[in-house]
């Protein structure tokens, strides 16, 4: 049976809100909402990867799970590969689910979903996706889209390409990628090992490294797209969504 571990990468150096995962929100800092509510999604093990003593601090004093990583690691993939090599070098956990941790309000649910596509053993990474709502959300290149089709009825499906360009052209469902991976673990030890793609460096993607290398990444879809946390008006409106409830 599969053994997920949910690793939590976090660091103080975020270029458009600094100290991100310590933002206050509801009185909490905002990396412990997240840890809450992985661990009500009731999959496995959940670890912070902490690039600096005093997310760990804080972790820690909330009872929480918590190893350092180092602060120079280039990406929250190379940092939850190193948490997980440092924490299981066992490899007794052989599915990594890499959560952000800017998502205060993510509904454990969603979180499940991650995993659905791997029950084909076809596919190496599994991911979510949403439909896009409007013309703006299709518009923002914040906004990830993903080239993918499903199925009648169907709840996963291959993704075909990630950018933040409007794909595909034409009429039809669009999809907005969800940044949460469930890895298997021997996927996760190949990817980090490979070098920069082509198209990762021109659409600023890490997904693209992956199917660069011909790597299967399954997306299984939901109602609606997490709130991420990125600029100080996404914290403000994060302490109004959430207000004293965590």
């Not at 939590?8 to 009185?27: E, F, H, N, T, V």
């Not at 918590?66 to 690691?73: A, C, E, K, Q």
């Not at 290149?141 to 080239?147: C, L, P």
Request: charged share 25%; with cysteine; glycine share 8%.
């Amino acid at each position: 049976m599969a053994s997920p571990l949910i690793l939590i990468p976090a660091r103080m150096a975020s270029s458009r809100l600094p100290g991100k995962p310590l933002a206050d929100i509801a009185g909490r800092p905002m990396i412990l909402h997240v840890v809450e509510r992985a661990q009500r999604a009731g999959i496995g093990r959940v670890v912070v990867a902490a690039a600096e003593v005093e997310i760990a601090d804080v972790v820690r004093s909330a009872g929480g799970e918590v190893v350092l990583t180092p602060p120079d690691l280039p990406s929250g993939s190379d940092r939850v590969h190193h948490a997980a090599r440092d924490i299981d070098p066992q490899g007794r956990h052989d599915i990594i689910i890499n959560l952000q941790g800017d998502l205060p309000g993510l509904d454990p649910a969603t979180l499940q979903a991650a995993l659905r596509p791997l029950d084909d053993a076809a596919i190496d990474i599994g991911t979510l996706v949403s439909p896009i709502r409007d013309a703006e959300e299709a518009g923002t290149d914040s906004v990830v889209k993903v080239a993918c089709a499903f199925a009648p009825e169907a709840q996963t499906a291959r993704a075909l390409y990630f950018s933040r360009a409007v794909i595909p052209w034409g009429a039809g469902e669009l999809w907005h990628h969800i940044g949460v991976y469930a890895w298997r673990r021997s996927a996760l030890e190949r990817f980090v090992a490979l070098p920069e793609g082509l198209l990762e460096r021109l659409e600023k993607l890490e997904q693209l490294r992956a199917l660069e290398a011909g790597m299967v990444i399954g997306c299984a879809r939901v109602a609606q797209a997490p709130f991420g946390v990125d600029t100080p008006a996404d914290l403000e409106r994060a302490r109004r969504m959430l207000g004293g409830v965590s």
